[in-house]
C-alpha cells in the first residue's frame, strides 16, 4: 500500500532574489528549484504548477471555479489559467474558487511569495522564519528549519482538544496557515491575513420551495463534480442523513450502481450497519461491509498514528482508515465522505440543548432574580428532589455556550493537576486552549447564538478534526477524498438560512430534512445521528492485545514525564471498567499520543 502524498518544500527569502535570473522553463512532472534566494520542492499526485519568465504558480487540489468562463479555463489549462490572476490579487482569485486547494504562488519582479488555503485548509500549508527567509512545507516536518523541537503546549493543546488546532503545530516556532488565511512576504515584511471569513446574515426566505430545490440542484452539482473523470470514485456509506444524501446523489449523476462502504461493530449500542443496507437498497448501492475487530486496532494503529504530521487523536480514523484501505485494495481511486451537514444546517444535539437554555432568558428578569437566581446559589437546594435539577439548570442557563462547552472538557474534568507530570505540566499554559476558542467565538461574524455556534464548529469540528481525520486516513490507504457537502452553493444557502429553518422548534436540520423528503428514506430521515464511533473501551478491557497496547502506550507517556504515574495506574484499575465509555477516550487519545512520539519524535521527554 503506498500512501498518497504531496510533498512541498520550499525556502523563500525576498531580500536575496536575484532580480535578473528568470525562471527557467520546466518540463511536467515533479518540480526543484535551487537559485539565490530560492529552494523549492514540489511533487505528488494532487500538486501542479504553472511557470513562466518572472512567475511561478503551485496548485494543489483539483478546484473548480464559480465562473463558467473561468472553469473552462482552469480544465482547459490547468494551473496556467490562474497565473495572471494571482499576480492582481491573490485573494480575489481565491474566492473565485472552490473545493479543496491551496496555491503557492512567487513573482521575482516583486521578490514576494504568497501562499493560502481553501475555506477549510484542506491542503495545509506550514510555515516557520529563519532570520529573513520564508520557510514553508505542506507537512509540519517538510518545513526546512535547522532545528526542529517538539512543543510541549502542542501537546497540552493535543490532550485538551484530542488535535492540535491551527495555527500551532507540534513542532515549536512552526506554524500552520489557519482555514481561509492568506500568507505573504516581501521585502517589506510578512503578513498572514484571512482571504475568507463566513459572515452569518439571516437572510428571510421568501420562496422556501425554490431555496429547497436550490439546495437539491447544489448537492447534485457538487456530488457530479467530484466524481467527473477518470477516477474510480467510491463514497463511504454510514447510513446517516449526509453519507446517504451523498451516495444517493451519486446514483443520479454516474451510470451504474455506486459503490458504498460501510463499518459495522459487534458491540451493542455501536452498530448501526442496518440503516446502511436501508440507503444501500433504496439507491442500488453495491454495497461493502466490513466489521472492525480490536485485533484492527492493534495491527493498524501505529501506522495510522504515525502517518499524521502530528498526533491526531479522532478514534474513528481507524474505522476510517480500514474502509479506505479496502476501497483501495478493490480499485478504487477515490472515496466520497459526508462531512459538513451538521455543521452547516444545525444538526448537532447541543444545537438544541442551547435552545432549552434560551428559554431561561426569556423568564421575566424579577422572576429570575427573585426566585430561580435564589435557588441556583442556595446549598440546601441540592439535596431537594427537583431543585438540584432547576439549580443545575439555572447555573448553566447563566453561563455564555462556550463557558458551558468548557466544563464538560476531558481534561479539564480530570484536573489538570492529577493528570499531568509536573514537569510536563511547568512548561504548559493551561490557558492558552481556552483563548483560541474564546479568540475563535468571538472573530465569528454573526447575530445569532446558533450561527455562531455553526461558524466555531466549521473551525474545530470540521477544519481542524474531521476533515484531518477523513483526508488523512484516506491518503495513507492510497485514495483522494471530496466532500460534497462543503461545496460553495451550500455554504452560500448556510451562511444566508435563518435559524427557524436550521432548528425549528427543537427539531435538528429541519432544512436539509425537508428538502430531501422525498429522497431519503424516512427510516434515515428520522434515526439519531451515531457515525463511526468505535468501542475502544471495552475492548481494551477484553482484549489482551489491545489491552497490552494501551498500557505500554501511557506507560510510555509517564516514561517520559508527560502523564503522572499515579493517575496512569487509576485508569487502567478503577476508571476504565466503571466506564469504559466514557475513560476509554483517555486511553485512546494517550495511546495515539505516544505512538506518535515513537515514530516521529522518540528522543522526546520532560
Given at each position: 500500500?503506498?500512501?498518497?502524498?504531496?510533498?512541498?518544500?520550499?525556502?523563500?527569502?525576498?531580500?536575496?532574489?536575484?532580480?535578473?535570473?528568470?525562471?527557467?522553463?520546466?518540463?511536467?512532472?515533479?518540480?526543484?528549484?535551487?537559485?539565490?534566494?530560492?529552494?523549492?520542492?514540489?511533487?505528488?499526485?494532487?500538486?501542479?504548477?504553472?511557470?513562466?519568465?518572472?512567475?511561478?504558480?503551485?496548485?494543489?487540489?483539483?478546484?473548480?471555479?464559480?465562473?463558467?468562463?473561468?472553469?473552462?479555463?482552469?480544465?482547459?489549462?490547468?494551473?496556467?489559467?490562474?497565473?495572471?490572476?494571482?499576480g492582481?490579487?491573490?485573494?480575489?482569485?481565491?474566492?473565485?474558487l472552490?473545493?479543496?486547494?491551496?496555491?503557492?504562488?512567487?513573482?521575482?519582479?516583486?521578490?514576494?511569495?504568497?501562499?493560502?488555503?481553501?475555506?477549510?485548509?484542506?491542503?495545509p500549508?506550514?510555515?516557520?522564519?529563519?532570520?529573513?527567509?520564508?520557510?514553508?512545507?505542506?507537512?509540519?516536518?517538510?518545513?526546512?528549519?535547522?532545528a526542529?523541537?517538539?512543543?510541549p503546549?502542542?501537546?497540552?493543546?493535543?490532550?485538551?482538544?484530542?488535535?492540535?488546532?491551527?495555527?500551532?503545530?507540534?513542532?515549536?516556532?512552526?506554524?500552520?496557515?489557519?482555514?481561509?488565511?492568506?500568507?505573504?512576504?516581501?521585502r517589506?515584511?510578512?503578513?498572514?491575513?484571512?482571504?475568507?471569513?463566513?459572515?452569518?446574515?439571516?437572510t428571510?426566505?421568501?420562496?422556501?420551495?425554490?431555496?429547497?430545490?436550490?439546495?437539491?440542484?447544489?448537492?447534485?452539482d457538487?456530488?457530479?463534480?467530484?466524481?467527473?473523470?477518470d477516477?474510480r470514485?467510491?463514497?463511504?456509506?454510514?447510513?446517516?442523513?449526509?453519507s446517504?444524501?451523498?451516495?444517493?446523489?451519486?446514483?443520479?449523476?454516474?451510470?451504474?450502481?455506486?459503490?458504498?462502504?460501510?463499518?459495522?461493530?459487534?458491540?451493542?449500542?455501536?452498530?448501526?450497519?442496518?440503516?446502511?443496507?436501508?440507503?444501500?437498497?433504496?439507491?442500488?448501492v453495491?454495497?461493502?461491509?466490513?466489521?472492525?475487530?480490536?485485533?484492527?486496532?492493534?495491527?493498524?494503529?501505529p501506522?495510522?498514528?504515525?502517518?499524521?504530521?502530528?498526533?491526531?487523536?479522532?478514534?474513528?480514523?481507524?474505522?476510517?482508515?480500514?474502509?479506505?484501505?479496502?476501497?483501495?485494495?478493490?480499485?478504487?481511486?477515490?472515496?466520497?465522505?459526508?462531512?459538513?451537514?451538521?455543521?452547516?444546517?444545525?444538526?448537532?444535539?447541543?444545537?438544541?440543548?442551547?435552545?432549552?437554555f434560551?428559554?431561561?432568558?426569556?423568564i421575566?428578569?424579577?422572576?429570575?432574580?427573585?426566585?430561580?437566581?435564589?435557588i441556583?446559589?442556595?446549598?440546601w437546594?441540592q439535596?431537594?428532589?427537583?431543585?438540584?435539577?432547576?439549580?443545575?439548570?439555572?447555573?448553566?442557563?447563566?453561563?455564555?455556550?462556550?463557558?458551558?462547552?468548557?466544563?464538560?472538557?476531558?481534561?479539564?474534568?480530570?484536573?489538570?493537576?492529577?493528570v499531568?507530570?509536573?514537569?510536563?505540566?511547568?512548561?504548559?499554559d493551561?490557558d492558552?486552549?481556552?483563548?483560541?476558542?474564546?479568540m475563535?467565538?468571538?472573530?465569528?461574524?454573526?447575530?445569532?447564538?446558533?450561527?455562531?455556534?455553526?461558524?466555531?464548529?466549521?473551525?474545530?469540528?470540521?477544519?481542524?478534526?474531521?476533515?484531518?481525520?477523513?483526508?488523512?486516513?484516506?491518503?495513507?490507504?492510497?485514495?483522494?477524498?471530496?466532500?460534497?457537502?462543503?461545496?460553495?452553493?451550500?455554504?452560500?444557502?448556510?451562511?444566508a438560512?435563518?435559524d427557524?429553518?436550521?432548528?425549528?422548534?427543537?427539531?435538528?436540520?429541519?432544512f436539509?430534512?425537508?428538502?430531501?423528503?422525498?429522497?431519503?428514506?424516512?427510516?434515515?430521515?428520522?434515526?439519531?445521528?451515531?457515525?463511526?464511533?468505535?468501542?475502544?473501551?471495552?475492548?481494551?478491557?477484553?482484549?489482551?492485545?489491545?489491552?497490552?497496547?494501551?498500557?505500554?502506550?501511557?506507560?510510555?507517556?509517564?516514561?517520559?514525564?508527560?502523564?503522572?504515574?499515579?493517575?496512569?495506574?487509576?485508569?487502567?484499575?478503577?476508571?476504565?471498567?466503571?466506564?469504559?465509555?466514557?475513560?476509554?477516550?483517555?486511553?485512546?487519545?494517550g495511546?495515539?499520543?505516544?505512538?506518535?512520539?515513537?515514530?516521529?519524535?522518540?528522543?522526546?521527554?520532560?
Amino acid at each position: 500500500m503506498t500512501a498518497r502524498m504531496n510533498r512541498l518544500v520550499c525556502r523563500f527569502d525576498p531580500t536575496a532574489i536575484d532580480p535578473t535570473q528568470d525562471f527557467a522553463p520546466t518540463p511536467g512532472g515533479d518540480l526543484t528549484i535551487d537559485r539565490r534566494g530560492l529552494f523549492l520542492e514540489a511533487s505528488g499526485a494532487d500538486i501542479r504548477f504553472a511557470i513562466s519568465a518572472r512567475q511561478l504558480l503551485v496548485l494543489f487540489g483539483r478546484p473548480h471555479a464559480r465562473e463558467s468562463g473561468l472553469d473552462a479555463a482552469l480544465k482547459r489549462e490547468g494551473p496556467g489559467a490562474l497565473l495572471a490572476g494571482m499576480g492582481t490579487s491573490p485573494a480575489t482569485l481565491a474566492n473565485a474558487l472552490g473545493g479543496r486547494f491551496a496555491l503557492l504562488w512567487i513573482d521575482l519582479d516583486k521578490s514576494c511569495i504568497a501562499g493560502l488555503t481553501d475555506r477549510f485548509g484542506t491542503h495545509p500549508i506550514c510555515w516557520s522564519r529563519e532570520g529573513g527567509a520564508l520557510l514553508l512545507g505542506s507537512r509540519a516536518e517538510l518545513v526546512p528549519r535547522a532545528a526542529r523541537e517538539v512543543d510541549p503546549q502542542a501537546i497540552f493543546d493535543f490532550l485538551y482538544f484530542h488535535v492540535i488546532p491551527a495555527p500551532r503545530t507540534i513542532f515549536r516556532g512552526t506554524l500552520r496557515l489557519e482555514p481561509g488565511h492568506l500568507l505573504t512576504a516581501d521585502r517589506t515584511g510578512q503578513r498572514d491575513v484571512a482571504w475568507w471569513q463566513p459572515r452569518f446574515t439571516q437572510t428571510p426566505v421568501s420562496d422556501l420551495p425554490a431555496l429547497e430545490a436550490r439546495f437539491r440542484d447544489g448537492i447534485r452539482d457538487a456530488v457530479a463534480r467530484e466524481v467527473a473523470g477518470d477516477a474510480r470514485t467510491a463514497a463511504f456509506l454510514s447510513g446517516g442523513t449526509d453519507s446517504s444524501t451523498v451516495i444517493g446523489m451519486m446514483k443520479a449523476a454516474k451510470e451504474g450502481a455506486p459503490r458504498g462502504y460501510s463499518i459495522g461493530f459487534d458491540a451493542a449500542g455501536y452498530d448501526e450497519m442496518e440503516y446502511a443496507r436501508i440507503a444501500a437498497r433504496a439507491y442500488g448501492v453495491d454495497h461493502r461491509e466490513y466489521y472492525i475487530t480490536a485485533q484492527d486496532l492493534v495491527r493498524n494503529i501505529p501506522a495510522v498514528a504515525a502517518h499524521y504530521d502530528q498526533p491526531f487523536g479522532n478514534s474513528s480514523a481507524l474505522p476510517a482508515f480500514c474502509l479506505a484501505r479496502l476501497a483501495r485494495e478493490d480499485g478504487y481511486d477515490k472515496l466520497l465522505a459526508g462531512d459538513g451537514g451538521d455543521e452547516l444546517f444545525g444538526g448537532n444535539s447541543r444545537y438544541a440543548k442551547q435552545k432549552v437554555f434560551e428559554i431561561y432568558r426569556a423568564i421575566p428578569g424579577l422572576l429570575r432574580a427573585g426566585l430561580l437566581d435564589p435557588i441556583a446559589r442556595a446549598t440546601w437546594s441540592q439535596g431537594v428532589p427537583g431543585l438540584a435539577k432547576v439549580s443545575s439548570y439555572v447555573k448553566q442557563a447563566q453561563m455564555s455556550p462556550l463557558a458551558r462547552t468548557e466544563q464538560y472538557n476531558l481534561l479539564q474534568r480530570l484536573g489538570r493537576d492529577s493528570v499531568l507530570h509536573p514537569a510536563f505540566a511547568a512548561h504548559t499554559d493551561a490557558d492558552a486552549p481556552l483563548r483560541l476558542r474564546r479568540m475563535v467565538w468571538d472573530g465569528i461574524a454573526a447575530d445569532t447564538v446558533l450561527d455562531r455556534e455553526l461558524g466555531f464548529d466549521w473551525r474545530f469540528t470540521l477544519a481542524d478534526n474531521d476533515l484531518p481525520k477523513v483526508i488523512g486516513t484516506t491518503s495513507l490507504a492510497g485514495l483522494d477524498v471530496g466532500f460534497p457537502l462543503l461545496s460553495e452553493e451550500l455554504l452560500d444557502i448556510s451562511l444566508a438560512l435563518p435559524d427557524h429553518y436550521k432548528l425549528k422548534g427543537f427539531q435538528l436540520r429541519w432544512f436539509f430534512k425537508d428538502a430531501l423528503r422525498d429522497f431519503l428514506p424516512a427510516e434515515i430521515l428520522s434515526k439519531k445521528k451515531h457515525g463511526f464511533g468505535l468501542p475502544f473501551g471495552h475492548w481494551a478491557l477484553t482484549d489482551p492485545a489491545l489491552k497490552r497496547l494501551s498500557e505500554e502506550s501511557l506507560n510510555g507517556l509517564v516514561e517520559r514525564r508527560l502523564l503522572n504515574g499515579h493517575f496512569v495506574g487509576d485508569l487502567f484499575s478503577k476508571l476504565l471498567p466503571a466506564h469504559p465509555g466514557y475513560y476509554g477516550e483517555m486511553v485512546w487519545i494517550g495511546m495515539m499520543l505516544e505512538q506518535w512520539l515513537r515514530a516521529n519524535a522518540p528522543q522526546t521527554r520532560f
